[in-house]
């Protein structure tokens, strides 16, 4: 693990580091995180460290339990598919409020993030870009507790699977694509055209996390047989 080299912003600077190291598979699901360790191999301190941890626990990128090391959050296909049952449900409501209401602005806002999704392949960047064209997409709603709700649902698991998929997969492409059909059917104002084509990305996206998830389980299984033979051989 690289040792975080800017502490200007303590507990905030340490979880961002945790944060991508999680999201990236650096940090393992279900791996220990030992305080007295990791704050040694970070050259920090521990005060800052079990805050920015307890930032991550919010974030439900990891897991505190009672006196034991807290632990980098599981995958959880059943959770995943909850949050993306609950977008399904209130991304086209909101959508379908906030068309009319879009300006030349958040229009603007709305492309200037498709421009960005464009340039990028860090697969880090394609995660919060995505969120960043759903939020803008949104933004004009009047149903602001909903959009909450949604917004939350890019986070945390969400966030950690749709990186797999996008450094796995060919979504990027598939991404920009989609979002460019919402947007245009949104520019011209053709609200149900926009609301279907949300609702079957949503789906889409869904199924995605969901076969990646599948294939992780795999690709670990492998590594785990392999290391099994290895140490059989080794015996």
């Known amino acids: 693990m690289k040792q975080l080299l800017n502490y200007g912003e303590g507990p905030k600077a340490i979880y ?11 940090l393992r699901a279900e791996q220990e995180l030992k305080i007295l360790p990791l704050a040694k191999e970070m050259d920090i301190s521990i005060g800052p460290l079990r805050e920015a941890i307890r930032m991550l626990a919010a974030d439900r990128l990891v897991e505190l339990r009672p006196r034991r090391s807290p632990i980098v959050a599981r995958l959880d296909v059943h959770e995943l598919v909850e949050m993306n049952q609950i977008r399904g449900a209130l991304e086209p409501l909101i959508l379908a409020d906030a068309v009319e209401r879009h300006t030349v602005e958040t229009l603007g806002e709305c492309e200037s993030v498709l421009v960005s999704t464009r340039r990028v392949r860090d697969p880090m960047e394609m995660v919060e870009l995505n969120k960043a064209f759903h939020m803008s997409l949104l933004g004009p709603t009047r149903l602001q507790r909903s959009l909450d709700i949604v917004a939350d649902q890019y986070d945390g698991i969400a966030r950690l699977t749709q990186y797999r998929v996008i450094a796995h ?13 919402i947007f245009a059917k949104v520019k011209d104002r053709q609200t149900d055209a926009a609301v279907g084509l ?3 990305h949503i789906s889409s996206a869904t199924a995605r ?13 492998d590594r785990e047989g392999a290391g099994q033979v290895e140490t059989a051989a080794l015996a």
Not at 16 to 26: D, N, P, S, T
Not at 209 to 221: I, N, S, V, Y
């Open 16 to 26: 961002e580091v945790l944060k991508r190291q999680i999201i990236a598979g650096e």
């Open 169 to 181: 997969g060919d979504l990027p492409g598939k991404l920009i694509d989609e979002h460019l059909a």
């Open 198 to 200: 949300m609702a079957r």
């Open 209 to 221: 996390a969901q076969a990646e998830l599948a294939q992780k389980d795999t690709r670990d299984g």
